[in-house]
């Protein structure tokens, strides 16, 4: 199984897609630009999605559905929203043979047609907050598409939440922030760096939008996800006002909020090897695979003994897996169970039946451990739980190694400068994608004026976009903005991104 992954150091990208297709994650669709997303795929997209959803409901939303079809005009009434989606969307005209007296947008995210509800459901000040949350799919017509990460149609779940003022809007956005950030490290195992996005990058139609970024192992940023605070924008586009407790009236003050299955792929990509997939033990489908090593003249000896290790894990409330399956040998199985990322795989042979042990082999580190069979429980808890940290705790160390401050344009050149492009580029189903020989940069950390004329600059020339402003970096700005020069205001996280 192992020669069927590309190594990282030879080409990246192709790595990234020979996991997502051995592993069996997802495969390619018949529409271009879509894809399948398999069994072992859609596993990890439905532990993240249920633990997501528990937290957002331990804070106060509630789950609805909206339709996935959208009147144009809805679009049209919030011009900077239209606008930034106007590329990427796909319209129905036609439907049951007929043309439609108006065009249908493919939901490519859902503020339109939510607001416009909103303004049957917001009267008084009594109706709010509406605190809703929904799990759709949307369509977004990408040029260039990779699985999970980049897809014409793709899984996710996006907040829309309507208040009574500002300050309850601004503190909502902030909120959901703080729920990602919290999820995605102490489940995903991802490290982020949480903060505002520049102008220049924020969500269509809002009025600040702030993000997690998580950094890759070839030193690219992926933002993890985002929230927005959209002041009035949505609702003063569809005339949703209520009556004050003054009496008056007012436009509602809104926010939304999303992640999307493109976390499975920053799963992947930050914690996996050439062996294959790596994962978290929260998100594996099976925290542990029983392989039996045996041959015809011990094995109902060996199997009825791993029969019942797999009973003790499993009345420890373990997720196991029994492979005792007698058509591969041990050491494919050994490989590909590698390959799906399992966390633990306990081998069982007939010494160990004689013996009473049992081998644990840890995934990622490859560590063995020999066990007395009666201590394997606690022993798989206490290896699940390290794993957990220390998967953290070695992307964070990643991270921190290859962010770099820089004063200066000079200095932003030279740590984006020493990347060689291998000469070699696939085109695999529409998905482009060059491997590198030796991936440069990472994160810059340096201060910025706000401008927009020299962070477009920058874009232009090095592909370097600035992925935040972190929150906990802006209490001391004083000094040049390292792009051009001028009195800077803010602390910024430059990268090169997905």
């Keep these: 199984m192992a020669e069927k992954i590309t190594p990282r150091s030879v080409d990246y990208s192709q790595w990234y897609i020979d996991i997502v297709l051995n592993a069996k994650l997802a495969d390619y669709s018949p529409v271009k630009g879509c894809m399948v997303i398999r069994p072992r795929g859609y596993a990890i997209w439905e532990r993240l999605r249920d633990e997501l959803d528990r937290r957002f409901k331990e804070t106060g939303h509630q789950n609805a559905y909206f339709p996935m079809f959208i009147p144009m005009s809805f679009l049209k009434k919030e011009a900077e929203h239209i606008e930034g989606f106007s590329p990427e969307l796909a319209v129905v005209t036609h439907a049951g043979g007929e043309e439609l007296e108006e065009p249908l947008v493919v939901r490519p995210t859902s503020e339109t047609i939510i607001w416009s509800k909103y303004r049957d459901w917001i009267q008084s000040w009594r109706d709010l907050p509406l605190l809703y949350n929904q799990w759709a799919n949307v369509v977004r017509w990408e040029k260039r598409t990779r699985l999970f990460l980049r897809t014409t149609e793709f899984l996710w779940q996006e907040g829309h939440t309507a208040h009574e003022t500002k300050e309850q809007a601004v503190q909502e956005t902030e909120t959901m922030l703080e729920v990602y ?80 299955t493109r976390l499975v792929g920053a799963i992947i990509m930050t914690h996996s090897d050439d062996k294959g997939l790596v ?76 013996s009473g042990n049992v081998v644990m082999v840890r995934r990622d580190t490859g560590e063995k451990t020999f066990v007395k069979v009666e201590e394997a429980a606690a022993k798989a808890r206490e290896i699940l739980a390290a794993m957990q940290k220390d998967l953290l705790e070695k992307a964070r160390a990643f991270r921190d190694a290859n962010t770099r401050d820089v004063a200066s344009l000079d200095d932003i050149r030279a740590f984006y400068g020493k990347e060689k492009k291998a000469k070699k580029q696939s085109e695999v189903d529409g998905e482009s994608h060059e491997g590198t020989a030796e991936a440069a940069g990472g994160y810059a950390r340096g201060l910025w004026c706000g401008g927009r004329e020299c962070e477009a600059a920058l874009k232009a020339e090095l592909k370097v976009t600035i992925r935040n402003m972190p929150f906990d970096q802006q209490a001391d700005c004083e000094g040049s903005c ?17």
């Design 482 to 498: 390292c792009l051009c020069g001028a009195p800077a205001k803010h602390r910024a996280i430059f990268a090169k991104s997905y």
């Design 279 to 354: 994962l978290p033990p929260s998100l594996a489908q099976e925290e542990i695979v029983v392989v039996p090593i045996f041959k015809s003249d011990n094995k109902a000896t060996v199997l009825e003994y791993a029969g019942k290790v797999v009973a003790a894990l499993k009345a420890d409330g373990r997720r196991v897996a029994f492979d005792d399956d007698d058509s591969s040998s041990p050491g494919w199985k050994f490989a590909e169970w590698e390959m799906r990322g399992v966390p633990i795989r306990v081998e069982a042979g007939p010494k160990d039946a004689a």
């Design 181 to 260: 950030r919290a999820f995605a490290e102490e489940y995903l195992c991802l490290p982020v760096i949480a903060g505002r996005k520049s102008e220049a990058e924020k969500f269509a139609g809002a009025v600040a939008t702030y993000s997690i970024e998580a950094m890759m192992q070839d030193k690219k940023a992926l933002q993890a996800g985002t929230s927005h605070f959209l002041g009035q924008n949505f609702a003063k586009a569809f005339d949703v006002q209520f009556q004050t407790r003054e009496g008056g009236l007012d436009h509602v003050w809104a926010t939304s909020w999303g992640v999307s």
